[in-house]
């Protein structure tokens, strides 16, 4: 194991290692399934002095036996051979594990055999069964009795004509079906209302659809004669003064870890953990075969499993490299995503420019970014995670969304804008409204682990003896010391950002160096506050928390997402209010966007961006790009202008 980094993704050898110490245990059965696994991450201490010997390497394992419903977490050390830790999980209390694969697969011939669902789709006009896709759907919690402790989801369901049809056009509406996956068996089906089934078409590779392809778009070709300027060693990847390694989980997915700058020959630390470990698709419909539609697809489905393969020319452009990711399938035996993450530069225009009334230099440098993404889908929905770093220490990270957005059934005497919860995007064709919510987490370490956040405002102040003419602007700075206040929302009356500081390093000016967290502007969660949906999803309720570093919170939501009753993760975490002021923290910021569908997002939806930009403030003594080279093309060097400007 001496060849492999402490944080480097578990292989696909380590997977069946830990899966043959599990079955030496004798925790294998032939009905135990792998719901996760992933690994293990040692302490933060033992990766910061990591001298290149071996490491004990772990892997943590959700098991569910699907004939009992028993939950096992157990932590494996694949490099002694032996199983670490093993801890029961209470469905009731605890919630349950996150949805196999072989779920569904199981729940579409569960719920094509149940005689009381086939009558109410028969009754709505559809004649053929065969042609009807079902979705199994997270059950979320709403204390109904009967549910208690069992392992559930809820399906709701469409109809596909044909092969090549979008099968999104044509919802089932009002009808339900509730499966127990351990029962195996539908225990309930909410038949609300007889609504029509939608019949246009929606399949977008039909020329019927999308009109004859466009003649006049030429070619645009990304060309680095040279190469690329990175360089990728295994998973250590180097660009312009950055250093980080890249990691992948099939739950968080992309991770990006010990984010570091080389400032004059001085490597400074950023960020020693990138992560979005969680995100939250409430929809707004409350009607009874639809008001438990909420995604948690992190905790619930594992957003990394779900990685496509990329490919040259579609999803990424130019000189590009690769990684594969690898996964365990329901049996814990490795599966490996090709092309799972693609890292390339990109040109994004002017870095700066100056033409100087004075001495008459005038000049431009182009700004570059290092892109590292991958692409998602979960369902209907297609994300695209991109983390950006730039030449001047900017990180930035960006959400993209695209996909199929969810369809229902819209009252044909509603009309435009009728129905409160959905909005009509073709011919009866309903989409609900919704959010999505991304949780990330940033275990920051801005020169070092002692760090501290400050709030910062902006305002004008009221004319008075110091600010006679009205025109005084200033900020104001609060320092977030526990993590109870450290909840922050963001308001963008204020200009408010959160500036991250570090408690041991002062810049040139005698100033903390800092990195600033800008947020974008966007609702939280908004459903209501007594709402079971508030107390799962407790960590998007807020734009900004701030904990004391612990291995163990490591997700927004807790542990176990599916089915839990509320209360886990975050919420739970600051209820210790511990210090954060000159501590070891994790800052945790929770945006995305509030999506009332429109005409123009179907059938397929153009990509709609969410996200946030981190930028050094104090952190360098002066602009970091003044050694950026002039772009070679021979037109933009230094140059004196040949005369004065004309007045004007």
């Known amino acids: 194991m001496a060849s492999i980094h402490p944080l480097d993704p578990v292989t696909a050898d380590e997977y069946l290692a830990a899966r043959e110490v599990l079955d030496r245990a004798g925790l294998l059965r032939p009905s135990t399934r792998f719901a996760y696994a992933g690994l293990e991450e040692p302490p933060k201490q033992d990766v910061l002095s990591y001298d290149g010997t071996s490491v004990d390497r772990r892997v943590r394992v959700f098991l569910i036996d699907v004939a009992t419903g028993e939950l096992a977490d157990v932590v494996v050390s694949v490099s002694r051979s032996e199983v670490i830790r093993q801890r029961s999980v209470d469905p009731e209390r605890d919630g349950q594990f996150p949805i196999l694969d072989e779920d569904f697969t199981r729940v579409d011939e569960i719920v094509h055999a149940d005689p009381q669902w086939q009558e109410a789709v028969l009754r709505r006009g559809v004649t053929d069964l065969a042609s009807v896709r079902v979705c199994p759907l997270t059950a979320g919690w709403y204390g109904h009795a009967g549910e208690e402790g069992r392992r559930i989801v809820r399906v709701l369901a469409f109809v596909q004509d044909h092969e090549s049809d979008l099968a999104w056009a044509h919802p089932i509406d009002g009808l339900a079906a509730y499966v127990d996956l351990i029962e195996g068996r539908v225990f309930q089906v909410i038949d609300e209302a007889d609504l029509p089934v939608p019949r246009d078409s929606g399949d977008y590779n039909d020329p019927a659809v999308s009109g004859p392809p466009r003649s006049t778009l030429r070619p645009i070709e990304i060309t680095q004669p040279d190469g690329p300027s990175f360089r990728l060693d295994g998973h250590l990847l180097e660009w312009q003064n950055w250093s980080l390694r890249i990691g992948f989980d099939a739950r968080e997915g992309l991770s990006l870890h010990q984010l570091s700058i080389d400032d004059a020959g001085r490597r400074r630390p950023v960020i020693y953990r990138a992560s979005v470990p969680e995100m939250v698709v409430p929809y707004g419909d409350p009607g009874p075969a639809r008001y438990f539609q909420t995604y948690f697809d992190n905790g619930e489905y594992l957003t990394g499993k779900f990685a496509n393969s990329l490919e040259l020319g579609c999803d990424c452009l130019g000189e590009i490299a690769y990684l594969a990711a690898t996964v365990a399938d329901d049996h814990g035996r490795p599966r490996t995503i090709r092309n799972a993450i693609c890292i390339h530069e990109e040109d994004v225009g002017i870095l700066w420019k100056h033409t100087d009334i004075f001495n008459g230099s005038s000049q431009t440098r182009r700004q570059r970014r290092l892109v590292i993404s991958f692409f998602t889908t979960v369902g209907n929905y297609d994300y695209g995670y991109y983390w950006y770093l730039y030449l001047d220490g900017t990180i930035e990270f960006e959400v993209k969304l695209t996909g199929v957005i969810w369809t229902s059934s819209y009252p044909a005497d509603a009309g435009p804008g009728g129905c409160p919860y959905a909005a009509e995007v073709a011919p009866g064709l309903?989409?609900?409204?919704?959010?999505?919510?991304?949780?990330?987490?940033?275990?920051?370490?801005?020169?070092?682990?002692?760090?501290?956040?400050?709030?910062?405002?902006?305002?004008?102040?009221?004319?008075?003896?110091?600010?006679?003419?009205?025109?005084?602007?200033?900020?104001?700075?609060?320092?977030?010391?526990?993590?109870?206040?450290?909840t922050r929302m963001a308001d963008t009356d204020r200009g408010r950002v959160w500036r991250i500081v570090s408690t041991e390093r002062n810049n040139r000016l005698g100033g903390p160096t800092a990195y600033v967290l800008h947020p974008q502007p966007a609702p939280p969660l908004l459903a209501a506050d007594s709402s079971t949906l508030r107390r799962r999803a407790g960590f998007a309720t807020t734009h900004l928390w701030v904990t004391q570093y612990d291995a163990d919170e490591r997700y927004p939501a807790g542990d176990y997402v599916n089915q839990h009753p509320g209360g886990a993760g975050l919420p739970s975490y600051v209820t210790a209010d511990r210090d954060i002021d000159g501590r070891d923290v994790v800052v945790w910021h929770t945006f995305g966007a509030t999506h009332f569908p429109r005409t123009e997002d179907w059938p397929v939806m153009p990509v709609e961006r969410c996200g946030f930009t981190l930028r050094p403030a104090g952190f360098f003594d002066r602009n970091p790009t003044l050694d950026v080279p002039a772009p070679s093309s021979g037109h933009c060097h230094d140059h004196v202008r040949s005369s004065d400007p004309e007045p004007g």
Request: no cysteine; charged share 20%.
């Open 430 to 486: 309903g989409a609900p409204a919704h959010q999505h919510l991304f949780g990330v987490r940033l275990d920051v370490m801005v020169d070092g682990i002692s760090n501290a956040v400050e709030e910062v405002d902006v305002q004008g102040l009221p004319i008075g003896p110091g600010n006679p003419y009205g025109n005084a602007l200033t900020r104001t700075i609060t320092r977030l010391t526990n993590e109870v206040d450290a």
